[in-house]
C-alpha cells in the first residue's frame, strides 16, 4: 500500500472509543473502506478483507455523481453529511472532488416526470436543500450547452459535485492502514456466524467482535452461505467515456433516461439499466454492443455542441431492494450489512461508513435502513434508482 495516497486525516480526530473491539469488514469498496477507517481511527482492531484489488467492485466502476438533491429527509441528510465529508477529506494528496451544479430535467409531454420534479424540489425547499426549479428560458440564460427547446421543467442543486470513486476508495483503505487498520486484498472470505468470524479461503477463520459484511453485489450470496437471507438483487448497469468538451453542468434527463457528467477525459455518461437480477460471478462487464451509439445520440441531443468521440464502456452492478432503500445496519448480534443502495451507493459512502462504524461502535442505527425490516425471502421487481417517482 505504500504507493497509495496518504489521507490528511485533519479533520478527523482520532479516539480510542473503539479500543478493545475486534472488526472484520468484508469488501474494500467504498462503504467498507470508509467504515474500516471510521472503526480505525476510532481505536477498533479492524480487518478490512478484499477478495481482489481496492475498489474491484461497483466503486471501481461508478461515475462518482455526487449530490444531495433527495426528496426524502433523511436521504437528503446523509447524502448532505456525505457532500461536506468529500469536500473536508479531497485534495491534492487525496481524492479529486469537484464541485459542479447536478441539473434534472424532464421534457414536454412527460407530465408524470414533470410533476415528479416540481414536487421533488418543494420537498427539497421545505426541508432545506439547496434546490430549485428552472423553466427553458432560465435554464438556457444559466446553462448555455443545455439544448431546451423541448424542456418541461428543469431544477438545479448547488450541494453537487464529481470525483473518481476507485481513487476515494483506494485512498480511503490506505487511510485506514494509516490509522491501524490491516488490509488484506486478494483474500475471498466467507463469513459465520455465532460467534461471528470470517474464513479466507486458505486460511484459518478470524473470530471477531462484529463482522461487516459491505461485498457489494455478492452479499446476499455470502449472508446465504451463513445462513441468512437479505432482500437485495443485483441489476446490471453500464457507462462510458467519451471524448468531448462539457464544462458543466451535471446532468440527469429523466425522460431520456440518461446521466451526463465532464470528466477528466471528456465527458462520462451513463444509463443502460437492465431491470432483472444479475449473477454477481457471472455477469457481462463489457457494455452491449449498441450501448455506446445509443447513449451517444441522446446525449448529443441534448448536448447540441458536443461531438462525441467514444473512448470506452463498461457495465457494473448496483443492487436493489423492495422499497429502493438500502439494507445498513445490524441484522444480528455480531453481524452488520450494507448495500441495497440502488444506484446511490458511492455518493452516500462517507456517511454511511460513518454512521455503521458508530453503531458498531453501541450508537444507534439507522432505522429506516434496517436490514431487518425485510424478512429476505420477499419477491420484488428490480425499478432502478434514478427514477423519479416515489422519490
Ligand atoms: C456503472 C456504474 C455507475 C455508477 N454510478 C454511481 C454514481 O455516479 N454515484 C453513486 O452514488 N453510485 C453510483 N454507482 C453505484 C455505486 O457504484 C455503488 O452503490 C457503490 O460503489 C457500492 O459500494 P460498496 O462498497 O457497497 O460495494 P462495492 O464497491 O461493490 O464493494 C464490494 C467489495 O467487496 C468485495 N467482495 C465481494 N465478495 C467478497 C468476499 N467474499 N471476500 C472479500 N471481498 C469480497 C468486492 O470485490 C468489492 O471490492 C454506480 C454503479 C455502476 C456499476
Redesign the pocket.
Known amino acids: 500500500m505504500s504507493e497509495e495516497p496518504e489521507l490528511a486525516v485533519g479533520a478527523d480526530a482520532f479516539t480510542d472509543r473503539g479500543a478493545g473491539l475486534e472488526v472484520a469488514v468484508?469488501?474494500?469498496?467504498?462503504?467498507?473502506?470508509?467504515a474500516a477507517y471510521d472503526l480505525a481511527r476510532e481505536g477498533a482492531d479492524v480487518t478490512l478483507?478484499?477478495?481482489?484489488?481496492?475498489?474491484?467492485?461497483?466503486?471501481?466502476?461508478?461515475?462518482?455523481?455526487?449530490y444531495d438533491a433527495y426528496a426524502d429527509p433523511l436521504d437528503a441528510e446523509i447524502a448532505g453529511e456525505a457532500i461536506e465529508r468529500f469536500c473536508a477529506l479531497s485534495g491534492e494528496d487525496t481524492f479529486p472532488f469537484v464541485e459542479c451544479p447536478y441539473l434534472w430535467l424532464a421534457r414536454e409531454g412527460d407530465d408524470r416526470r414533470a410533476d415528479a420534479i416540481r414536487e421533488g424540489v418543494a420537498r427539497m425547499q421545505e426541508e432545506g436543500v439547496v434546490a430549485f426549479e428552472l423553466d427553458a428560458d432560465a435554464l438556457a440564460d444559466r446553462f448555455p450547452a443545455v439544448r431546451t427547446d423541448d424542456v418541461a421543467v428543469a431544477a438545479v442543486a448547488g450541494a453537487a459535485g464529481?470525483t473518481d470513486?476507485a481513487t476515494y476508495?483506494a485512498c480511503l483503505a490506505a487511510a485506514a492502514t494509516g490509522a491501524g487498520a490491516t488490509l488484506e486484498t486478494e483474500?475471498?472470505?466467507?463469513?459465520r456466524t455465532d460467534p461471528p468470524r470470517?474464513v479466507p479461503e486458505d486460511g484459518p477463520a478470524h473470530e471477531v467482535d462484529a463482522v461487516l459484511v459491505?461485498?457489494?453485489?455478492?452479499?446476499k450470496?455470502?449472508l446465504a452461505e451463513a445462513g441468512l437471507e437479505i432482500a437485495m438483487k443485483p441489476y446490471?448497469?453500464?457507462?462510458l467515456v467519451a471524448d468531448g468538451d462539457l464544462p458543466e453542468p451535471m446532468c440527469y434527463d429523466a425522460s431520456a433516461g440518461f446521466?451526463v457528467?465532464p470528466h477528466p477525459d471528456g465527458v462520462l455518461a451513463?444509463d443502460g439499466t437492465e431491470e432483472r437480477e444479475a449473477d454477481?460471478d457471472e455477469y457481462d462487464r463489457d457494455a452491449n454492443p449498441g450501448f455506446p451509439d445509443d447513449l451517444r445520440e441522446r446525449i448529443e441531443h441534448r448536448f447540441p455542441d458536443l461531438e462525441l468521440d467514444v473512448d470506452r464502456a463498461?457495465?457494473?452492478?448496483?443492487?436493489a431492494t423492495p422499497d429502493r432503500d438500502p439494507l445498513v445496519g445490524r441484522l444480528e448480534d455480531g453481524l452488520y450489512v450494507?448495500?441495497g443502495?440502488?444506484?446511490?451507493?458511492?455518493?452516500?459512502?462517507p456517511a454511511?461508513g460513518n454512521r455503521l462504524a458508530a453503531q458498531i461502535l453501541g450508537d444507534d442505527g439507522i432505522d429506516a435502513f434496517d436490514p431487518t425490516r425485510f424478512a429476505g425471502d420477499e419477491s420484488f421487481e428490480i425499478r432502478e434508482?434514478m427514477t423519479l417517482e416515489d422519490d
Open positions: 468484508v469488501g474494500a469498496g467504498a462503504v467498507g473502506a470508509t478483507y478484499e477478495r481482489g484489488r481496492v475498489a474491484a467492485g461497483a466503486s471501481g466502476r461508478a461515475a462518482g455523481v455526487c464529481y470513486p476508495t483474500t475471498p472470505v466467507s463469513v470470517v459491505a461485498a457489494g453485489a455478492r452479499t450470496r455470502l446490471r448497469v453500464q457507462a446521466y457528467r451513463g454477481p463498461w457495465a457494473g452492478l448496483c443492487t450494507a448495500t443502495f440502488q444506484g446511490h451507493g458511492f455518493m452516500r459512502a454511511i434508482g
